[in-house]
């Protein structure tokens, strides 16, 4: 049985940086899976912020293009997000996810991910 556990998330001030880990084994008879971060505010929906694959495909929310970095250590199971020149917007509960339907493109639909980490709070003040 897979399971995810976050880490990384903390409180810092605007223009800040944070490394967010996610750590889990994925599914060693799965020859196609992807793995995303989702973020979640107080009274929002729960929305995708970067995904990545194991062929090593990457996809961002326009929210966060050229800020955040997705990136995993298959060595380590853990999977990064590089989370720089954060704003107070980003505040948020964030999760990692793993999902395995074979569409072969990373998505940033909620629905798509079988399996959720616990949430780890990122707090990013003005």
């Known amino acids: 049985q897979v399971q995810l556990v976050e880490s990384g998330g903390g409180s810092v001030q605007a223009g800040g940086s944070l490394r967010l880990s996610c750590e889990g084994t994925?599914?060693?008879?799965?020859?196609?899976?992807?793995m995303g971060w989702f973020r979640e505010a107080p009274g929002k929906e729960r929305e995708g912020v970067a995904a990545?694959?194991?062929?090593?495909?990457?996809n961002y929310a326009d929210s966060v293009e050229g800020r955040f970095t997705i990136s995993q250590d298959n060595a380590k199971n853990t999977l990064y997000l590089q989370m720089n020149s954060l704003k107070p917007e980003d505040t948020a509960m964030y999760y990692c996810?793993?999902?395995?339907?074979?569409?072969?493109?990373?998505?940033?639909?909620?629905?798509?991910?079988?399996?959720w980490g616990q949430g780890t709070q990122v707090t990013v003040s003005s």
């Open positions: 996810a793993i999902g395995y339907d074979g569409t072969y493109y990373p998505p940033l639909t909620r629905g798509r991910y079988d399996i």
């Open positions: 990545t694959d194991n062929f090593g495909q990457t």
């Open positions: 994925r599914s060693s008879y799965r020859t196609y899976y992807f």
